[in-house]
Every structure is written in C-alpha cells, then in structure tokens.
C-alpha cells in the first residue's frame, strides 16, 4: 500500500503499458536534451531551457496521445515521468559536457532509432484501449512518436523534422504500428510479445535506414536548388568519426 502523503502526489504504480511509456518517455528526453544542444538547434540555452526542450520532448508525445483519447496524460497522474525524464536530460548534459561540446552525431542517429518505436507502441495500445479503429492507432501512433520532436524544432525555429528529408522517420513509426496490431489483433499475441516485436521492426528498419542512408523521396527540383546542401552522415560514419576523436 501505498502511505496516504505520497499517494497525494500522484499514481506511483505501474502496468505493463506504463513500463513501456515510462521508456518511450525517457529515451525521447534524453534524445531532446542531445538535440537543444546540436549545432542546427543550439540557440544559446540555459541549463532550465535545456532541461524543459527534454521534457517536451519526453512527455509532449505522449500528452497529445493522451489528450486525443480523452485521458488526464499520463505525466501528470504519476511523478515518475517528471523525474525520470529530469534523470534522462541530466545524463544528456553530462555526456555533452564530458565530450567538451562536441555534439554526438553517431550517438543522436542510434538514440532516435531505439526510442522511436516505444511511442508508437504505446500510442497504438491507447488507441485501442479507447475503441479506436486501426488507421486511428496507427495515426496516433505516429503522432505520439514525433510530436515531441516537432515541439523542439518549431522552439529552436528549425523545420521539423516530419516536412524534411531524413531516414524515413514517420515511415518508421507507422510500420511500429501496423507490427504491433498484426501481432496483437491478427495473431492474437500478447502485449510483450506484440511490443518485442513491433519494436524490432521498427528499431531495425530505422537503424537500417540510417545506416544505408536511405531516404524519404523529393519531388523532382532544379539543380540549382540542391546545391549547397550538406551530405547526411550515416550512422556508420557518425560513430567511426566520434570512435577516431
């Protein structure tokens, strides 16, 4: 039992779906604390600023999943997300520090891939939970996993990532979804089962992409304008270059 003083703070169990969320939660916070301090997003931040931009990135997703079933988010019943992404934002500052500002590129791209299908997972699961039909979950699904990523772009004034070209980011979360409710409607498995291999999907086929450097397509444009742009580091490249320093 739960004493009755810390039971005022909020819901300090836990079910399976909210294991799952508490990981999507943290590895997307300390992914967001990583990306305020990437050169492109950099924009002079304090150590609060910083520590926000985490949390926007660790429970923004899933406060709009939340919000979008008609549920009080998941954060705000229990402590344990407010602190676990506080954890996930000091370790993120911590690496930076100890790698004299040197943003981790090859670190970044491998973090993105392993977090992103915990949101979809989880987004998928409330959908369902609220009787939602399949494009539904998978919808949400994908906006849980990147609308934390779109509120840290449009706070740093960079285009979001789901508008640009990139190793098929949203393309991802929706195949997440689509594993997990084959798994779990058609074969009719379990949860853990259903999320290992939603999340092996996933996971495989972002780091493959980001690894092989594919990409999502552009409409045909002038070569003019594509000069300039800067070629993308797989995630081969960015670890040997950040293995070599």
Same mark, same amino acid.
């Given at each position: 039992?739960?004493?009755?003083?810390?039971?005022?703070?909020?819901?300090?169990?836990?079910?399976?779906?909210?294991?799952?969320?508490?990981?999507?939660?943290?590895?997307?916070?300390?992914?967001?604390?990583?990306?305020?301090?990437?050169?492109?997003?950099?924009?002079?931040?304090?150590?609060?600023?910083?520590?926000?931009?985490?949390?926007?990135?660790?429970?923004? @997703?899933?406060? +709009?999943? %939340? #919000?979008?079933? !008609?549920? =009080? *988010?998941?954060? /705000?019943?229990?402590?344990?997300?407010?602190?676990?992404?506080?954890?996930?934002?000091?370790?993120?500052?911590?690496?930076?520090?100890?790698?004299?500002?040197?943003?981790?590129?090859?670190?970044?791209?491998?973090?993105?891939?392993?977090?992103?299908?915990?949101?979809?997972?989880?987004?998928?699961?409330?959908?369902?939970?609220?009787?939602?039909?399949?494009?539904?979950?998978?919808?949400?699904?994908?906006?849980?996993?990147?609308? @934390?990523?779109? +509120?840290? %772009? #449009?706070?740093? !004034?960079? =285009? *979001?990532?789901? /508008?640009?070209?990139?190793?098929?980011?949203?393309?991802?979360?929706?195949?997440?979804?689509?594993?997990?409710?084959?798994?779990?409607?058609?074969?009719?498995?379990?949860?853990?089962?259903?999320?290992?291999?939603?999340?092996?999907?996933?996971?495989?086929?972002?780091?493959?992409?980001?690894?092989?450097?594919?990409?999502?397509?552009?409409?045909?444009?002038?070569?003019?304008?594509?000069?300039?742009?800067?070629?993308?580091?797989?995630?081969?490249?960015?670890?040997?270059?950040?293995?070599?320093?």
């Amino acid at each position: 039992m739960t004493p009755l003083i810390v039971s005022k703070f909020g819901v300090w169990t836990f079910t399976t779906i909210d294991y799952i969320s508490l990981i999507a939660a943290t590895t997307n916070a300390f992914n967001g604390a990583l990306l305020a301090r990437r050169p492109d997003h950099y924009k002079h931040f304090t150590v609060a600023g910083i520590i926000i931009l985490a949390y926007a990135g660790g429970i923004g @997703g899933g406060i +709009i999943r %939340d #919000v979008l079933v !008609n549920k =009080v *988010p998941a954060p /705000l019943e229990n402590p344990w997300y407010l602190f676990a992404c506080l954890g996930a934002a000091t370790v993120a500052l911590l690496v930076d520090y100890g790698t004299e500002q040197r943003f981790k590129d090859g670190l970044f791209q491998f973090m993105t891939a392993f977090s992103l299908p915990w949101y979809a997972i989880v987004g998928v699961q409330a959908a369902m939970g609220a009787k939602l039909g399949y494009a539904a979950a998978v919808l949400i699904g994908i906006i849980a996993t990147t609308a @934390g990523r779109w +509120i840290i %772009d #449009v706070a740093c !004034n960079v =285009v *979001p990532k789901q /508008l640009v070209r990139g190793e098929f980011f949203v393309t991802a979360a929706a195949l997440t979804g689509i594993a997990y409710l084959v798994c779990n409607q058609v074969f009719s498995l379990d949860i853990i089962p259903s999320t290992a291999i939603a999340f092996f999907v996933g996971f495989g086929f972002r780091l493959m992409s980001q690894a092989l450097g594919w990409e999502e397509w552009e409409p045909w444009e002038p070569a003019e304008l594509k000069e300039g742009e800067k070629a993308r580091k797989t995630l081969g490249e960015g670890l040997k270059a950040e293995l070599d320093r």
